[in-house]
């Protein structure tokens, strides 16, 4: 009987019970904004080719934009992202990254390698495996994008212990 038990124990924890899915981000686009000729294309990209968790980077100067594929289990930092596009003398336009997760109401946050996330107006859209997350902030912004978002970010505190990024949907 006891054999049993365990059996049907192990039999509900192996199919009732969720298992933690491992989620990452696989790529980001990113807006360049100052970009006019194939050299200063060339040199966004050598400048995030020389982030650690960047696989890959395709760049589009006729949309000043380009394509980042991280490398699996890379720990992604958008900042470290957004300074690379400073450190090649431009200034980033947007930043979204493709990430997965099940659902998540408005104003949600979460935490993913020890960064938290911070959903700002999702209007509790079901998000559901891949989903592209847009982060606001200064560093991610064109000023005149940022001064949109300024007051709904004052809403939200932000501990200076732990990596914050605001994102939206």
Not at 39 to 49: D, I, Q
Not at 53 to 62: G, I, Q, R, T
Not at 79 to 86: E, G, H, L, R, T
Not at 101 to 114: C, D, L, V
Request: proline share 2%.
């Amino acid at each position: 009987m006891s054999y049993l038990r365990t059996l049907g124990l192990f039999a509900y924890l192996l199919f009732a019970v969720p298992s933690p899915v491992k989620a990452q981000f696989l790529w980001a686009e990113i807006g360049v904004d100052g970009l006019t000729c194939s050299a200063c294309s060339r040199s966004v990209e050598m400048s995030l080719r020389k982030l650690s968790f960047v696989d890959s980077v395709d760049m589009n100067l006729e949309h000043t934009q380009g394509k980042i594929f991280f490398k699996k289990n890379g720990i992604v930092d958008a900042d470290k992202i957004a300074q690379a596009v400073v450190d090649a003398g431009f200034s980033v336009r947007f930043l979204r990254a493709d990430f997965s997760f099940t659902s998540i109401p408005e104003n949600a946050q979460f935490t993913f390698e020890n960064t938290k996330y911070q959903l700002i107006k999702t209007a509790d859209k079901k998000i559901n495996k891949e989903t592209i997350l847009t982060f606001i902030g200064k560093n991610f912004l064109s000023k005149k994008e940022f001064s949109h978002w300024k007051n709904e970010l004052k809403n939200f505190p932000v501990s200076k212990k732990e990596k914050t990024y605001f994102v939206t949907l």
